[in-house]
């Protein structure tokens, strides 16, 4: 795993891998498993429906691992989409979608 395009991507890695009892190798099959994470996908299918507590359930999630994994751009995207929701201020959700779903991108870059 490369540690400079993580930490270029923005990812908090010693942090991170604190979260994880200092485990790097653990850290990084976890950070390996973020492309097979379906929350976004589930997500922006319930954005396309209209469904919100669905969109809120699934962005919740992937700000979780975001967090736990120290993506700190992507947990941010998420954490805007969570309180929109939260506020029911929908009128902007789908360019901060937009957002979740660029930082998820990279974030996978990152990690691959």
């Known amino acids: 795993m490369d540690k400079e ?8 890695y010693e942090n991170a891998v604190k979260r994880f009892a200092g485990n790097e190798a653990l850290y990084e099959r976890f950070l390996k498993k973020l492309t097979e994470d379906d929350h976004l996908a589930i997500g922006e299918q319930a954005m396309k429906e209209e469904r919100y507590e669905d969109v809120l359930e699934a962005v919740h999630a992937l700000k979780g691992v975001a967090g736990t994994l120290g993506m700190t751009e992507l947990f941010q995207a998420a954490s805007e989409v969570v309180a929109s929701i939260r506020k029911n201020e929908i009128s902007h959700l789908q360019e901060k979608m937009a957002k979740v779903h660029t930082e998820f991108e990279k974030a996978c870059e990152a990690v691959s």
């Not at 395009?5 to 908090?12: E, M």
Request: glycine share 12%; no cysteine; aromatic share 12%.
């Open 5 to 12: 395009k993580l930490k270029a991507y923005g990812v908090d």
